[in-house]
């Protein structure tokens, strides 16, 4: 199936997503998790989430990359043509995040080659979901 990792990597967001504990890092202080340990706690900050939701998607297979914005970092994953995007929205609408994303936007970048990019941001219910800032 054509889109079988796209889904699997959607999976993989709604497992830690509904997990994902925010916690700030110390007063004064940027503490960056690796991947192994913000699994074990499911817990951490917006780079945390961003490091371990990276990890997992490329650990199956998924293209992820990390957005850095007014001081916060999201992921995003890879979903390739404006033709695969439409399949995917279908899904998310449809099957996989239809409560959660019923009657949204489902947000996304196009980079310099035409390549769209999803938002998995820990903020969001849904692949898609709302950006938290510009």
């Not at 990597?9 to 709604?14: L, N, P, S, T």
């Not at 202080?29 to 917006?46: N, P, Q, R």
């Not at 959660?100 to 080659?113: A, F, L, V």
Request: aromatic share 10%; glycine share 8%; hydrophobic share 35%.
């Amino acid at each position: 199936m054509k889109y079988r990792t796209l889904i699997q990597c959607f999976g993989v967001f709604k497992k830690i997503n509904e997990n994902w504990n925010y916690v700030s890092d110390p007063q004064d202080e940027e503490y960056i998790a690796k991947a192994s340990e913000s699994v074990k706690l499911l817990a951490g900050d917006c780079d945390d989430h961003s490091i371990l939701m990276a990890a997992a998607i490329k650990s199956i297979g998924g293209i992820p990359r990390l957005v850095y914005t007014n001081g916060h970092i999201y992921p995003e994953l890879l979903i390739g043509s404006k033709k695969d995007m439409e399949h995917m929205g279908k899904l998310i609408h449809e099957k996989l995040f239809a409560e959660q994303s019923r009657g949204r936007t489902i947000h996304y970048h196009k980079d310099e080659e035409g390549k769209i990019w999803i938002n998995l941001d820990y903020t969001a219910s849904y692949p898609g979901g709302k950006f938290m800032g510009n």
